[in-house]
């Protein structure tokens, strides 16, 4: 089965630190992809990638950015944290038609 | 990507058939019928999907009407850890570009002992 590995389960930041969300997969997937998610919201697409330093952003990238400096990872990087920034951050990775796998996310405080 | 519509929660009592319905009246010929489901505190997990005939895999089926207008998630013999938020999607199949998935509201399942 298809692994999506988030870092950290659980994270605690404090307001204007820069944050860093890691996400391996092991199947050499192409696409990668991040979400929050908060109460009522659903999942929204923050950055999207679909190759090795290629990335495209997703409805909300403002306060974001991502890298992908190798095919099996894909950070989202909080340059620097605030407290609406809050939420649970999930992973996603997908092979062209095929569903996608998600990780278990990380959830953020910021303080 | 065509909108959907579902129930905003359902309930099953436990052993039986949990039917989930999808409405996708706008859906486009190339696209597809996708469903994850999401257990509390967890990542949505992938169930299945199609195009225009019927599906079955190890956890679910998936019917969709000859005008593929909607569709039917079947759990045939729901337990208590079927309980989840049920999303049904509907996107185009993509070759090779990324294609990001866009979740509605979902429909709350609750399996009932």
């Known amino acids: 089965d298809v692994k999506v590995t988030q870092s950290s389960r659980y994270l605690v930041k404090r307001t204007g630190e820069k944050v860093f969300l890691e996400c391996v997969q092991d199947?050499?997937?192409?696409?990668m992809f991040w979400y929050r998610q908060d109460p009522g919201l659903g999942l929204r697409l923050i950055y999207f990638s679909y190759d090795v330093k290629m990335k495209e952003k997703g409805d909300i990238p403002e306060g974001y950015s991502v890298s992908r400096e190798k095919k099996e990872r894909f950070s989202l990087i909080l340059e620097s944290a605030s407290t609406n920034q809050t939420s649970m951050y999930l992973c996603?990775?997908?092979?062209?038609?095929?569903?996608?796998?998600f990780g278990s996310g990380t959830r953020l405080t910021v303080v | 990507d065509a909108k959907t519509t579902q129930p905003t929660s359902m309930d099953c009592a436990e052993g039986r058939a949990a039917n989930l319905p999808c409405n996708h009246s706008t859906i486009s010929g190339n696209e597809y019928v996708y469903w994850y489901r999401q257990i509390h505190s967890q990542g949505p997990q992938y169930i299945i999907h199609?195009?225009?005939n019927n599906e079955t895999n190890e956890m679910a089926s998936l019917i969709i009407t000859e005008d593929r207008k909607s569709s039917t998630l079947i759990l045939p013999h729901a337990t208590l850890r079927d309980t989840a938020v049920y999303y049904c999607?509907?996107?185009?199949?993509?070759?090779?570009?990324?294609?990001?998935?866009?979740f509605g509201s979902g429909t709350q399942l609750t399996v009932l002992p």
């Open positions: 996603a990775s997908s092979e062209r038609a095929d569903g996608y796998t």
């Open positions: 199609g195009l225009k």
């Open positions: 199947m050499d997937h192409e696409n």
């Open positions: 999607i509907v996107r185009v199949g993509f070759r090779g570009s990324a294609r990001q998935l866009t």
